[in-house]
Protein backbone atom coordinates (compact mmCIF):
# COMPACT_ATOMS: atom_id res chain seq x y z
CA UNK A 1 0.00 0.00 0.00
CA UNK A 2 1.55 3.52 -1.05
CA UNK A 3 0.66 6.42 1.44
CA UNK A 4 1.50 9.90 0.60
CA UNK A 5 3.17 12.21 2.42
CA UNK A 6 0.09 13.62 4.88
CA UNK A 7 -1.09 17.16 3.94
CA UNK A 8 -1.20 18.66 7.80
CA UNK A 9 2.56 17.86 8.00
CA UNK A 10 4.48 21.16 6.39
CA UNK A 11 8.07 20.33 5.34
CA UNK A 12 9.68 23.18 6.69
CA UNK A 13 10.16 21.85 10.03
CA UNK A 14 10.62 18.90 11.83
CA UNK A 15 7.57 17.32 14.25
CA UNK A 16 7.51 15.05 17.25
CA UNK A 17 5.63 11.92 16.46
CA UNK A 18 4.55 8.46 18.26
CA UNK A 19 6.62 5.63 17.16
CA UNK A 20 5.37 2.19 18.11
CA UNK A 21 8.28 0.05 19.54
CA UNK A 22 9.15 -3.62 20.63
CA UNK A 23 7.96 -3.80 23.89
CA UNK A 24 11.04 -3.66 26.77
CA UNK A 25 13.06 -2.18 24.12
CA UNK A 26 11.64 1.51 23.63
CA UNK A 27 14.60 2.83 25.12
CA UNK A 28 17.01 0.74 22.63
CA UNK A 29 15.11 1.73 19.70
CA UNK A 30 15.84 5.60 20.57
CA UNK A 31 19.17 4.98 21.60
CA UNK A 32 20.33 3.69 17.89
CA UNK A 33 17.97 6.41 16.03
CA UNK A 34 20.36 8.72 18.15
CA UNK A 35 23.63 6.70 17.51
CA UNK A 36 22.74 6.31 13.65
CA UNK A 37 20.62 8.52 12.28
CA UNK A 38 21.03 11.75 15.03
CA UNK A 39 17.36 11.83 15.46
CA UNK A 40 16.43 13.61 18.20
CA UNK A 41 14.17 11.03 20.39
CA UNK A 42 12.38 11.00 24.17
CA UNK A 43 11.61 7.70 25.80
CA UNK A 44 10.50 8.21 28.99
CA UNK A 45 10.73 5.77 31.72
CA UNK A 46 9.97 5.10 35.31
CA UNK A 47 11.77 3.70 37.94
CA UNK A 48 9.96 1.95 40.91
CA UNK A 49 10.29 -0.73 43.89
CA UNK A 50 7.95 -3.43 43.45
CA UNK A 51 7.34 -6.66 45.93
CA UNK A 52 8.99 -9.70 44.78
CA UNK A 53 10.38 -13.23 46.44
CA UNK A 54 14.03 -11.47 47.00
CA UNK A 55 12.22 -8.41 48.54
CA UNK A 56 11.80 -5.22 47.24
CA UNK A 57 13.78 -4.75 43.98
CA UNK A 58 13.79 -1.52 41.92
CA UNK A 59 12.46 -2.11 38.16
CA UNK A 60 12.63 0.28 35.29
CA UNK A 61 9.48 0.07 32.84
CA UNK A 62 8.81 2.50 30.17
CA UNK A 63 6.32 5.28 30.86
CA UNK A 64 4.25 4.39 27.71
CA UNK A 65 5.14 0.69 26.97
CA UNK A 66 5.58 -0.11 23.55
CA UNK A 67 6.09 3.60 22.71
CA UNK A 68 8.32 6.57 22.09
CA UNK A 69 8.63 9.89 20.36
CA UNK A 70 10.63 11.43 18.11
CA UNK A 71 11.84 14.83 15.98
CA UNK A 72 12.29 14.58 12.30
CA UNK A 73 11.37 16.01 9.21
CA UNK A 74 8.67 12.99 7.88
CA UNK A 75 9.22 13.59 4.15
CA UNK A 76 13.73 13.38 4.48
CA UNK A 77 13.57 10.98 7.52
CA UNK A 78 10.09 9.26 7.68
CA UNK A 79 10.86 5.85 5.73
CA UNK A 80 14.53 5.49 7.68
CA UNK A 81 13.21 5.70 10.63
CA UNK A 82 10.46 3.39 10.37
CA UNK A 83 12.76 1.06 9.50
CA UNK A 84 15.22 1.54 11.96
CA UNK A 85 16.48 -1.57 13.98
CA UNK A 86 13.53 -1.43 17.20
CA UNK A 87 10.73 0.35 15.47
CA UNK A 88 7.51 -1.05 14.35
CA UNK A 89 6.21 1.82 12.93
CA UNK A 90 4.64 5.29 13.78
CA UNK A 91 1.62 5.89 15.14
CA UNK A 92 -1.29 6.95 12.86
CA UNK A 93 -4.75 7.58 12.96
CA UNK A 94 -6.38 6.28 9.28
CA UNK A 95 -4.14 8.38 6.98
CA UNK A 96 -3.21 10.68 9.45
CA UNK A 97 0.49 10.21 11.33
CA UNK A 98 -0.06 11.44 15.08
CA UNK A 99 2.08 14.25 16.07
CA UNK A 100 2.95 15.86 19.56
CA UNK A 101 2.95 19.57 20.03
CA UNK A 102 6.52 20.10 21.20
CA UNK A 103 5.50 22.05 24.28
CA UNK A 104 4.13 18.73 25.67
CA UNK A 105 7.30 17.07 25.39
CA UNK A 106 9.38 19.70 27.01
CA UNK A 107 6.85 19.34 30.31
CA UNK A 108 7.67 15.66 29.99
CA UNK A 109 11.14 16.26 29.95
CA UNK A 110 10.59 18.95 32.60
CA UNK A 111 9.90 16.56 34.88
CA UNK A 112 12.45 13.77 34.32
CA UNK A 113 15.69 13.35 35.95
CA UNK A 114 19.07 11.71 34.30
CA UNK A 115 18.61 9.25 31.55
CA UNK A 116 15.10 10.00 31.08
CA UNK A 117 13.59 8.15 34.37
CA UNK A 118 11.41 9.31 37.21
CA UNK A 119 11.56 7.58 40.18
CA UNK A 120 8.15 6.84 41.69
CA UNK A 121 9.03 6.44 45.80
CA UNK A 122 5.92 8.07 47.34
CA UNK A 123 6.52 9.56 50.60
CA UNK A 124 4.55 7.27 53.79
CA UNK A 125 2.61 9.29 55.16
CA UNK A 126 1.22 8.18 59.42
CA UNK A 127 -2.21 6.27 59.01
CA UNK A 128 -0.82 4.63 55.34
CA UNK A 129 -1.45 1.17 55.28
CA UNK A 130 2.40 -0.44 53.78
CA UNK A 131 3.59 -3.51 53.27
CA UNK A 132 6.97 -5.02 54.63
CA UNK A 133 9.29 -5.91 52.18
CA UNK A 134 11.98 -7.51 53.67
CA UNK A 135 12.91 -9.94 57.02
CA UNK A 136 10.68 -12.60 58.47
CA UNK A 137 7.63 -10.36 57.97
CA UNK A 138 7.80 -9.81 54.63
CA UNK A 139 4.33 -9.30 52.77
CA UNK A 140 2.44 -8.49 56.06
CA UNK A 141 0.60 -5.13 55.80
CA UNK A 142 1.27 -2.63 58.44
CA UNK A 143 -0.37 0.71 59.19
CA UNK A 144 1.98 3.75 59.76
CA UNK A 145 1.67 5.24 63.19
CA UNK A 146 4.79 7.67 63.12
CA UNK A 147 7.43 8.69 61.26
CA UNK A 148 10.76 8.82 62.95
CA UNK A 149 12.91 11.03 60.83
CA UNK A 150 16.36 11.18 62.42
CA UNK A 151 16.37 7.88 62.18
CA UNK A 152 15.01 7.45 59.10
CA UNK A 153 12.59 4.59 60.86
CA UNK A 154 8.95 4.36 61.02
CA UNK A 155 6.73 3.06 63.53
CA UNK A 156 4.28 0.59 62.36
CA UNK A 157 0.82 -1.27 63.98
CA UNK A 158 0.82 -4.79 62.98
CA UNK A 159 -2.19 -7.10 63.62
CA UNK A 160 -0.65 -10.35 64.55
CA UNK A 161 -1.92 -13.73 66.00
CA UNK A 162 -5.04 -11.59 67.20
CA UNK A 163 -3.10 -8.71 69.02
CA UNK A 164 -2.05 -5.44 67.91
CA UNK A 165 2.13 -4.73 68.68
CA UNK A 166 3.78 -1.66 67.25
CA UNK A 167 7.38 -1.94 66.17
CA UNK A 168 10.12 -0.02 64.52
CA UNK A 169 11.12 -0.95 60.65
CA UNK A 170 13.53 1.00 58.43
CA UNK A 171 11.77 3.33 55.72
CA UNK A 172 13.35 1.16 53.03
CA UNK A 173 11.71 -2.30 54.23
CA UNK A 174 8.27 -0.70 53.23
CA UNK A 175 6.67 -0.56 49.93
CA UNK A 176 3.13 0.50 49.48
CA UNK A 177 0.39 -2.27 48.60
CA UNK A 178 0.45 -2.29 44.56
CA UNK A 179 -3.21 -0.96 44.61
CA UNK A 180 -2.36 2.26 46.59
CA UNK A 181 0.89 2.63 44.67
CA UNK A 182 -1.45 3.29 41.62
CA UNK A 183 -3.59 5.37 42.82
CA UNK A 184 -1.04 8.04 44.04
CA UNK A 185 0.14 8.50 39.80
CA UNK A 186 -3.62 10.00 39.77
Excluded: N
Excluded at 40 to 58: D, E, N, Q, Y
Aim: one cysteine or more.
Amino acid sequence: MSMSQPQILPTDRPFWFCLRAQTKREHLAAIGLRKQYQITCFAPRLRMRKLTRRGAVWFVEAMFPGYFFAQFDYVTEGRRVEHAPGVRGLVQFGDRLATIDSATIEALRQRMEADELVTLDPEIKVGQEVQIAHGPLQGLEVLVTQLLPASERVRVLLEFLGRSLQMEVSKETLIQPRASAVSSLH
